[in-house]
């Protein structure tokens, strides 16, 4: 009955001479939790065995996420080739102190290859299949801590499918492009509305229209 509680991997029940009853129990300890494309989730133990959700509380595990062909929530024996490649990735992170706080995520893309999701970098680490596992993380972290802290966001891509080397793409900066400003020149229309418009006609002083109403007048005259 203990037994077939998921989160128990083993049980012993037994009463002692003196009636005494005791109960020994061995829990599963879950280290990574399936997210499919399915909509199908559930935990894994370090040793493939599928364990259901919880109701009341949710593990600190690494996720994996993506085509992951696994679809039974509650079979305690995890069959699937993939399912245990998972595992054993998982145990290889797990089993190092600096990739177990750098790496979050696994995530399986549409044609099986395997990504990593770190915790604090923004890079997709391409880790391709499952050969070479332990060498991949290897070199992922001698990448990782060789590299100028200040610049390891300029990476957006790193692949780890080649033999004993990390390849770094560099994040392609999309300039803004170029606005040409307005032309600010004034231009003088003699129609603008705000445009002030400046007779060319010379205006005649005071005693020039004076002597020359006196002129006329005499000329009147004469007449």
């Known amino acids: 009955m203990i037994e077939s509680n998921g989160y128990v991997r083993d049980a012993e029940v ?3 001479a003196l009636a005494g009853l005791h109960v020994s129990v061995e829990q599963r300890v879950p280290v990574l ?3 499919n494309n399915n909509g199908v989730s559930y935990y894994v133990d370090s040793l493939g065995n599928k364990m259901p ?3 009341k509380f949710t593990p600190r595990v690494i996720v994996a996420c993506g085509l992951i062909s696994a679809n039974d929530q509650i079979t305690d ?3 699937q080739k993939q399912l245990l490649d998972l595992v054993r990735l998982t145990n290889n992170i797990l089993g190092d102190d600096f990739n177990a706080r750098m790496i979050q995520q696994i995530w399986v893309d549409e044609v099986h290859n395997i990504h990593l999701v770190p915790m604090v970098a923004q890079q997709d ?9 332990e060498a991949k993380l290897s070199n992922l972290k001698r990448f990782y801590l060789n590299a100028d802290a200040g610049k390891i966001n300029t990476y957006s891509k790193l692949n780890l499918t080649f033999n004993n080397q990390v390849i770094a793409t560099k994040r ?3 300039k803004p492009a170029s606005i040409t400003p307005p ?6 229309n003699n129609t603008h509305p705000d445009t002030t418009r400046h007779s060319t006609t010379p205006t005649k002083t005071p005693r020039q229209a004076q002597t020359h109403a006196t002129k006329n007048k005499q000329s009147h005259n004469r007449h």
Do not use: C, K, S, W
Not at 125 to 133: A, C, D, P, T
Not at 183 to 188: F, G, I, V
């Open 125 to 133: 680490i391409l880790f391709g299949n499952e050969q070479q596992m």
């Open 14 to 16: 037994y009463i002692d």
């Open 77 to 79: 024996t995890a069959g």
């Open 33 to 35: 939790r399936i997210m």
């Open 172 to 174: 392609t900066i999309t």
């Open 53 to 55: 959700l919880h109701p």
């Open 183 to 188: 032309n600010t020149t004034p231009t003088h």
